[in-house]
């Protein structure tokens, strides 16, 4: 007898990331509840189930939502905001002063919105974010529902958000309290950078991170500068300074990781840390080229993120995967350097197990939530397609993704989220738009 189901869902190709490099044609993907049931044959899973609805995407190609590892997503409200300046230029003398007048819980909660809304049209079902209020964040991402890995930001200076290192760990994870029962929701203990963050606040976050087990998300070796300034006032560089404190472990995110020696690839390894890759971020900013090549020799857990839009200037994962794709070849000059498979990896699975979140996200197995996206293959800008995955990577793009679904719920189709409407988002940013020029 046949299964009562919510959804069946038959696109012309499946890429479920897990088995590695495996691309099914005649599959279908049957949801229940908000979770995968089964990824089969179409005539075995027209005898198996009954769904309440079948989505037929011919000349489409079905792969689980994309893992953005790394964004502060408030930011989207900066975008273009700072354009063309180094790091600490574009900190201090543009980003620094803006949050200082305008980051509330007002410019948080329509910043994420706007990131959620983007993001979700690109087939971003997850994000894991850095900033302050996360609270704000959480509401915006609640109501586009979304995923989200929220972080508990730690500086040590004040801001309108709190006063000190203390105060931000103690209202972040206040904030975790009360959102613990959101099955949507996750939070990671957010030190900024080691040029923010004292030794103290490292070895309490080290402490917490241990007793809550929680991943530690940080901004690490992402300039030639940062691990300069270590050198002149700790002696060693970041990387080091983290280890003496007790960070490495496999609860590290390191964000960016662009200057890495080759003992301290190694070490990240034996380590079990993990790397959020950045590409378009780093290039903008002029920040270097992070080793890919040799993190995958090494066998580091790297996942994508496209740090804020005033830093990229888009949440665009498909984007990240060819400029990763693109400069892992060129720098090692290897033209099967993080080929088309390794890359969607990168932007699902990888991602989700450096957020501790594999055993729920980032492929197609029975029994995980059903974050899921679509993307047409069809176009004729896109043709001939020989091979759905390097098509995704080195032809395809945000434009192209027609459906995303979270845990099993479709939250945008026809390229509109489906909890808000347009009109709104551009009342949103015409609002900000003015008082950040004004």
């Known amino acids: 007898m046949s299964a009562e189901i919510d959804l069946l869902i038959r696109p012309g190709w499946v890429i479920p990331v897990e088995p ?22 179409d005539e075995e899973a027209a005898q198996r189930f009954r769904p309440r609805k079948t989505v037929d995407l011919p000349g489409q190609v079905l792969l689980p939502g994309l893992v953005n590892l790394h964004t502060h997503a408030a930011m989207s409200l900066l975008r273009g905001y700072a354009d063309d300046l ?3 230029r574009w900190l201090s003398e543009r980003i620094w002063p803006a949050e200082a007048r305008h980051a509330g819980p007002d410019f948080v909660r329509a910043g994420t919105l706007l990131a959620c809304a983007e993001m979700l049209r690109g087939g971003i079902t997850t994000f894991n974010d850095m900033y302050f209020f996360p609270d704000a964040a959480a509401a915006a991402a609640r109501q586009l529902g979304m995923r989200a890995v929220l972080g508990i930001l730690v500086i040590e200076f004040p801001t309108s958000y709190a006063a000190d ?13 009360t959102l613990s029962d959101d099955p949507l929701l996750s939070f990671c203990l957010a030190p900024h950078a080691p040029y923010t963050v004292a030794d103290k606040t490292f070895k309490n976050i080290a402490t917490l991170a241990a007793q809550l087990e ?5 901004h690490l070796h992402e300039t030639r500068h940062e691990i300069e300034e270590s050198l002149k006032q700790h002696g060693v560089r970041p990387l080091e300074r983290l280890r003496r404190l007790g960070l490495l472990g496999p609860q590290l995110i390191a964000v960016h990781a662009v200057h890495l020696e080759s003992g301290e690839i190694d070490l990240l390894a034996h380590e079990g840390c993990h790397v959020a890759h950045c590409p378009t971020s780093n290039l903008k900013l002029g920040s270097g080229i992070a080793p890919v090549p040799a993190l995958q020799s090494r066998r580091v857990n790297f996942g994508l993120g496209t740090d804020g839009a005033a830093s990229n200037n888009c949440l665009d994962l498909f984007r990240e995967m060819r400029h990763a794709a693109l400069l892992a070849k060129g720098v090692s000059e290897n033209a099967e350097a993080l080929d088309a498979h390794a890359a969607l990896h990168a932007a699902t699975l990888g991602g989700a197990r450096a957020l501790g979140l594999d055993e729920r996200i980032g492929s197609l197995l029975p ?17 001939p397609c020989f091979d759905p995955a390097s098509h995704l990577v080195y032809a395809a793009g945000r434009e192209q993704v027609t459906h995303t679904w979270v845990a099993g719920k479709l939250v945008m189709s026809g390229g509109v989220p489906a909890q808000i409407d347009i009109s709104q988002l551009l009342d949103i940013t015409g609002l900000w738009h003015t008082r950040l020029t004004s």
């Open 86 to 88: 180094p790091l600490m």
């Open 214 to 218: 929680i991943p530690v998300h940080v």
């Open 20 to 41: 590695a490099g495996t691309t099914l044609s005649g599959y279908a993907l049957a949801v229940n509840n908000g979770e995968i049931v089964a990824l089969l044959p």
């Open 165 to 177: 290192a203390d105060d931000y760990l103690a209202k972040g994870l206040a904030i975790r309290d």
């Open 367 to 383: 029994g995980k939530a059903a974050d899921l996206c679509a993307v047409r293959l069809d176009e004729w800008l896109l043709q």
